[in-house]
Nanobody, 114 residues
Framework: QVQLVESGGGLVQAGGSLRLSCAASGSIARTASMGWYRQAPGKQREVVAVIWSSGNTNYADSVKGRFTISRDNAKTSVNLQMNSLKPEDTAVYYC????????WGRGTQVTVSS
């Protein structure tokens, strides 16, 4: 079982920055991937960024060059640095770990005002 707790959301003006953090606990496989997803009102949940067990990363086209995902080597935390935020980044952001099974945090709200 894996538990995930997100923090760092909030309200920010367009062009600003936020850093999301996710504390992970429990049994996490060495091969696990960690990532961030988001869901805006009336839309489906979408992937934002993923960091694989190799350390390689993938980003949604809409956030490339603005967001950076990172994690600690022990896989106890995964972070998302978000710069140059836009109103369309407004969503609930969810931390995800895939370790034989998908685990999700409860989400943290990010609101970007224009």
């Amino acid at each position: 079982q894996v538990q995930l707790v997100e923090s760092g959301g909030g309200l920010v003006q367009a062009g600003g920055s936020l850093r999301l953090s996710c504390a992970a606990s429990g049994s996490i496989a060495r091969t696990a991937s960690m990532g961030w997803y988001r869901q805006a009102p009336g839309k489906q949940r979408e992937v934002v960024a993923v960091i694989w067990s190799s350390g390689n990363t993938n980003y949604a086209d809409s956030v490339k060059g603005r967001f950076t995902i990172s994690r600690d080597n022990a896989k106890t935390s995964v972070n998302l640095q978000m710069n140059s935020l836009k109103p369309e980044d407004t969503a609930v952001y969810y931390c995800n770990v895939f370790s034989h099974y998908d685990y999700w945090g409860r989400g943290t709200q990010v609101t970007v005002s224009s």
